[in-house]
């Protein structure tokens, strides 16, 4: 398969590109300097991060628990019981 014959239609420029186009890549290292809690200039508040952990793996648990509910619905359709 030749390669020159598909191309990537983007219409926006932060589409993925179409890898002709990877030396205009340009990352960048973002610094969060709003506010230091710690002397030691660290703005991590472990508290919030624990809440945010807690509730995103509250969600993660519903989601997987409903997937398994609708897997195990059609499994019994298929399987006539």
Do not use: W
Not at 10 to 21: A, E, L, R
Not at 24 to 42: A, E, H
């Amino acid at each position: 398969m030749d390669n020159s014959s598909i191309s990537l239609k983007t219409t926006n420029k932060n589409h993925i590109n179409d890898g002709n186009s990877m030396q205009n890549i340009n990352p960048q290292t973002l610094q969060d300097k709003s506010k230091s809690l710690r002397l030691d200039g660290n703005n991590v508040d472990i508290d919030l991060e624990m809440a945010n952990l807690a509730a995103n793996q509250i969600l993660y648990n519903a989601l997987v628990s409903q997937a398994n509910s609708r897997i195990a619905m059609r499994r019994a359709v298929i399987n006539g019981k």
